[in-house]
Nanobody
Framework: VQLQASGGGLAQAGGALRLSCAAP????????MGWFRQAPGKKREFVAA????????FYADSVKGRFAISRDNAKNAVYLQMNSLKPEDTAVYYC????????????????????????WGQGTLVTVSS
């Protein structure tokens, strides 16, 4: 599965950006999808995840209430709407696909573990100015 993230750029604090991740694969709907980010000098951290059909979402506390993850399986795409951006949101954002057997209990306590995700996009840079 090849993932292609886009939509990053420069935003002011309090502004918004929408990231997209395309996955040209017929099996896209069989993956749970996640967004991670990595700021300069920091470890990659979990941002949000979404179930196969999009009915269940899960967020890191740092973005809860500000970010929204969604997906469109007809378009093989997952999105991250980022509102009320803060300078600390500055990072390279990555989308990732986790091959979780359909119908399995999800999310689990490992939903934020990057090593559990099977495929990764190349990342898109988000810069938030104060």
């Amino acid at each position: 599965v090849q993932l292609q993230a886009s939509g990053g750029g420069l935003a002011q604090a309090g502004g918004a950006l929408r990231l997209s991740c395309a996955a040209p694969a017929r099996t896209f709907s069989t993956y749970c999808m996640g967004w991670f980010r990595q700021a300069p000098g920091k470890k990659r951290e979990f941002v949000a995840a979404i179930s196969w059909g999009g009915g269940i979402t899960f967020y890191a506390d740092s973005v809860k209430g500000r970010f929204a993850i969604s997906r469109d399986n007809a378009k093989n795409a997952v999105y991250l709407q980022m509102n009320s951006l803060k300078p600390e949101d500055t990072a390279v954002y990555y989308c990732a696909a986790d091959r979780v057997p359909f119908g399995s209990a999800w999310p689990t306590t490992r939903v934020g573990i990057a090593d559990d995700y099977d495929y990764w996009g190349q990342g898109t840079l988000v810069t938030v100015s104060s």
